[in-house]
């Protein structure tokens, strides 16, 4: 069982900047990979951006450049720190863990909302 719980959600401005946090509790196995997904009013959930326990990220085309994925492992959590937000990036974000040796955990998800 792992429990995962998200932080660092909030209001802000068009262009502004937000880091969210995750941290991981429970029987953790690696390798994993651990990321974030986000899910707005009226859509479906989409990825955002992922990274493996070797480091390797895959984002979204929507936020290459502007988002940076990144995990400590010493304290089993992951970020993502999220640049030039636009209001387009509002939603519900989750944090997500994958591992072959477990099923898939999600966490409660934690609100980000932009205004322009």
């Known amino acids: 069982q792992v429990q995962l719980v998200e932080s660092g959600g909030g209001l802000v401005q068009a262009g502004g900047s937000l880091r969210l946090s995750c941290v991981a509790f429970g029987s953790i196995f690696r390798p994993n990979v651990m990321g974030w997904y986000r899910q707005a009013p009226g859509k479906q959930r989409e990825l955002v951006a992922r990274?493996?326990?070797?480091?390797?990220?895959n984002y979204a085309d929507s936020v290459k450049g502007r988002f940076t994925v990144t995990r400590d492992d010493a304290k089993n959590m992951v970020y993502l720190q999220m640049n030039s937000l636009q209001p387009e990036d509002t939603a519900l974000y989750y944090c997500?863990?994958?591992?072959?040796?477990?099923?898939?955990?999600w966490g409660q998800g934690t609100q980000v909302t932009v205004s322009s």
């Open positions: 990274i493996s326990s070797t480091f390797r990220t």
């Open positions: 997500n863990y994958e591992s072959s040796y477990s099923p898939d955990y």
